[in-house]
């Protein structure tokens, strides 16, 4: 099962990662599990947004289009 956390949710861009990221899993046919989160160091993450995939950091302050969460996920 992959496992999906976004960083930052609760802000403008976060709020629109985590729809972006919600349309891409309707369409990926994966089992996953979508967390959001407020913010963590314990990823080191110094730009919100974040979104990341597996425990890897694969994007840091920036709105990724469903193409490119899809593109990860997969």
Same mark, same amino acid.
């Given at each position: 099962?992959?496992?999906?956390?976004?960083?930052?949710?609760?802000? *403008? #861009?976060?709020?629109? $990662?985590?729809?972006?990221? &919600?349309?891409?899993? !309707?369409?990926?046919?994966?089992? @996953?599990?979508?967390?959001?989160?407020?913010?963590?160091?314990?990823?080191?993450? *110094? #730009?919100?947004?974040? $979104?990341?995939?597996?425990? &890897?950091?694969?994007? !840091?302050?920036?709105?990724?289009? @469903?193409?490119?969460?899809?593109?990860?996920?997969?």
């Amino acid at each position: 099962m992959t496992q999906i956390k976004i960083i930052g949710a609760n802000c *403008s #861009n976060g709020m629109k $990662l985590k729809k972006m990221t &919600e349309r891409a899993l !309707e369409e990926v046919e994966k089992e @996953v599990t979508l967390e959001c989160m407020d913010h963590s160091k314990q990823y080191g993450i *110094s #730009n919100i947004p974040a $979104l990341i995939i597996d425990e &890897e950091i694969v994007s !840091e302050g920036k709105v990724l289009t @469903v193409r490119e969460i899809k593109k990860l996920i997969a």
